[in-house]
């Protein structure tokens, strides 16, 4: 069964740093989803990404925040300079069609030291 | 706009007992509406979904859900809990606009004790 992929499962990072976290959507798909869950907190939408450009943007989603679609297959989250607060996991999410469900990778858990 | 509220943070139910997992939504327009479950470490994984079709929708893993628009709920049952169901627990709604972006609750963790 298709799946969404993401890697790293963890990853660790100084305060400052740019971090890149990795998705591969299902391959039909042709909507992309960045979200992401502070610990015990709720699950948070971030960005979605359509026809190679943001369609929709969260408060959260400021100007440390870009997405990227670099070669048809990958969709990437990168933050330029990493926060303590960024510390959650991501979570990526695909979608083929206007109607259809998300479907979710298994997150990333991002850690700002 | 859209949101959702779940009731109760944790709920803990005895192995064989009845499961309810509360949620109320609100929305501007008729709701889409997502069970999803979170096992420890892993990612989320669609339990089942109401899109205005039959109200009682029938999920994975022996759980159903009724869609009540009178009482604007969409409450998680199974009959029978199993100590596998052990899990967070998010109700969530599909926001509007052209993005179906999902809005979430805050999440019920279940226990399931022996």
């Known amino acids: 069964e298709p799946e969404v992929t993401q890697t790293p499962s963890h990853q660790v990072t100084q305060m400052g740093q740019e971090v890149i976290l990795r998705c591969v959507p299902i391959s039909n798909h042709l909507y992309f989803y960045w979200y992401r869950q502070i610990l015990g907190q709720k699950v948070e939408f971030l960005v979605s990404?359509?026809?190679?450009?943001?369609?929709?943007k969260s408060e959260i989603f400021d100007d440390q925040f870009s997405v990227e679609r670099p070669d048809g297959s990958n969709f990437t989250l990168k933050i330029r300079s990493t926060k303590l607060e960024d510390s959650a996991m991501y979570f990526c999410?695909?979608?083929?069609?206007?109607?259809?469900?998300?479907?979710f990778g298994p997150g990333t858990r991002l850690t700002v030291l | 706009a859209q949101s959702v509220t779940q009731l109760g943070s944790h709920v803990s139910v005895s192995e064989g007992a009845l499961v309810l997992l509360r949620c109320n939504y609100s929305?501007?327009?008729?709701?889409?509406l997502f069970w999803y479950v979170q096992y420890p470490n892993q990612g989320l994984q669609l339990l089942l979904k109401y899109t205005s079709a039959a109200t009682l929708v029938k999920g994975i893993n022996g759980f159903e859900a009724e869609f009540k628009k009178s009482e604007t709920s969409f409450h998680l049952t199974k009959p029978s809990a199993h100590m596998s169901d052990a899990a967070e627990y998010f109700c969530?709604?599909?926001?509007?606009?052209?993005?179906?972006?999902?809005?979430f609750g805050t999440g019920t963790l279940l226990a399931v004790q022996p």
């Open positions: 990404f359509y026809n190679n450009e943001i369609s929709e």
């Open positions: 929305s501007s327009v008729p709701p889409y």
């Open positions: 999410a695909s979608r083929e069609g206007a109607v259809s469900e998300q479907f």
């Open positions: 969530a709604v599909r926001g509007g606009g052209a993005t179906n972006k999902l809005i």
